[in-house]
């Protein structure tokens, strides 16, 4: 059981960055899978992005290029780091957890990860 809070959130300009972080109760670099995921009002949840137990990171097409997911392995703390942020990134983002560490591709793409936060909203305005 890993228990992931996200913090970080907040209300900026369009053109602007935040940080989110990902604290997890459990040591993350032991083969975890970790991945974040958004939630625009009306709209269904959405992939952003994720790292895998190797290190490898897939993003979206939507923020390639603007966001960054890293990890302090030594504190557990997952990030994604978002810059030249856009109305539409507007959403609750979440963090999610998986250790199927072999299956990370498949599980972020059907958003079936097992372990997940209870999400920071992010309001960018124009």
């Known amino acids: 059981q890993v228990r992931v809070v996200e913090s970080g959130g907040g209300s900026v300009q369009a053109g602007g960055s935040l940080r989110l972080s990902c604290a997890a109760s459990s040591d993350i670099d032991s083969g975890y899978c970790m991945g974040w995921f958004r939630q625009a009002p009306t709209k269904a949840r959405e992939r952003v992005g994720y790292i895998a137990s190797d290190g490898t990171k897939t993003y979206e097409d939507s923020v390639k290029g603007r966001f960054t997911i890293s990890k302090d392995n030594a504190n557990n703390i997952l990030y994604l780091q978002m810059y030249s942020l856009k109305p539409e990134d507007t959403a609750v983002y979440y963090c999610?957890?998986?250790?199927?560490?072999?299956?990370?591709?498949?599980?972020?793409?059907?958003?079936?990860?097992?372990?997940w936060g209870q999400g920071t909203q992010v309001t960018v305005s124009p």
């Open positions: 999610a957890a998986d250790p199927r560490r072999l299956y990370c591709a498949d599980l972020y793409w059907r958003q079936d990860f097992l372990f």
